[in-house]
């Protein structure tokens, strides 16, 4: 019992009265934002394909994506609202709804991963374990309709960030693995890890990774996160 009120004594001295999983949300990115990010799938032969995007987050949950690169891909654009997601096709000319465990781009990463909202909007810390260096959480998703019913994260004690985040399903079946990695200062204050890679033994010898080029604190409209302006995401590009 002694060591569990140290714990929580020292977690409160080392984070204040709000939640680790809202440090680390504020770590990641500010509140409203916008930025650059290659996604790179690597397949088993070892070839490779790579996407270009754009993307502006408005608070805890709305976020839209723009494909810049490659050409066979570009002016495509997907919004998320909480756990409700859109894939807007120029060609199509209109928005079709998709699910957070499809994947737009094809490789490791699903929807869910590539416009990933505040964690504390979407999980509940369930239990907080010291391992000295970093802090283990075991979050729970807060309903059903989030992409991963368990997440265990690892939580550097000194700069506030994951250092690894394993993803469960309901039953315990480890469906991936996210490794953040290269800790880069962006400016305006924002210091986080610029890669994530990630594996899945779903997925044997399959590999993709995240690298963001570029986060700049924004405010935006809440216009821009509207079915109705899906196809105008270039317009408020800056």
């Given amino acids: 019992m002694k060591k ?4 929580l004594l ?4 080392l984070f204040g009265a709000e939640s680790i999983l809202e440090q680390v949300d504020k ?8 930025s650059y990010k290659k996604l790179i799938n690597i397949e088993p032969d070892g070839s490779k394909k790579e996407f270009l995007l754009y993307q502006i987050k408005k608070g805890k949950d709305k ?22 997601m859109w ?3 120029p060609e199509v000319g209109k928005p079709i709804r998709i699910t957070s465990m499809q994947s737009v781009v094809g490789g490791v990463f ?39 019913d368990k997440l265990l994260m690892d939580v550097d004690k000194k700069t506030v960030t994951p250092t690894k985040i394993a993803c469960y399903t309901s039953t315990g079946m480890l469906i991936k693995t996210l490794y953040y990695e290269e800790m880069k200062d962006f400016g305006g204050g924002i210091v986080r890890p610029a890669v994530i890679e990630t594996d899945s033994p779903l997925y ?4 993709s990774i995240m690298v963001y080029g570029k986060i700049t604190e ?3 409209s809440d216009e821009l996160f509207t079915i109705e302006n899906i196809g105008k995401v270039q317009e408020f590009r800056k």
């Fill in 218 to 220: 924004r405010n935006v």
């Fill in 110 to 148: 699903n929807n869910s991963d590539i416009m990933q909202l505040d964690f504390s909007a979407e999980y509940d810390i369930k239990s907080e374990t010291d391992e000295g260096a970093i802090i283990v959480l075991d979050l729970k998703a807060k309903n059903e309709t989030v992409a991963y």
């Fill in 87 to 89: 894939l807007y096709l």
């Fill in 4 to 7: 569990i009120i140290l714990f």
């Fill in 27 to 34: 770590k990641l990115s500010p509140s409203s934002a916008d």
């Fill in 10 to 13: 020292t977690t409160l001295a």
């Fill in 204 to 207: 044997k010898g399959y590999k």
């Fill in 63 to 84: 976020i839209v994506s723009l494909f810049l690169q490659p050409d066979s891909e570009k002016g495509r654009s997907t919004l998320r609202l909480d756990e409700n």
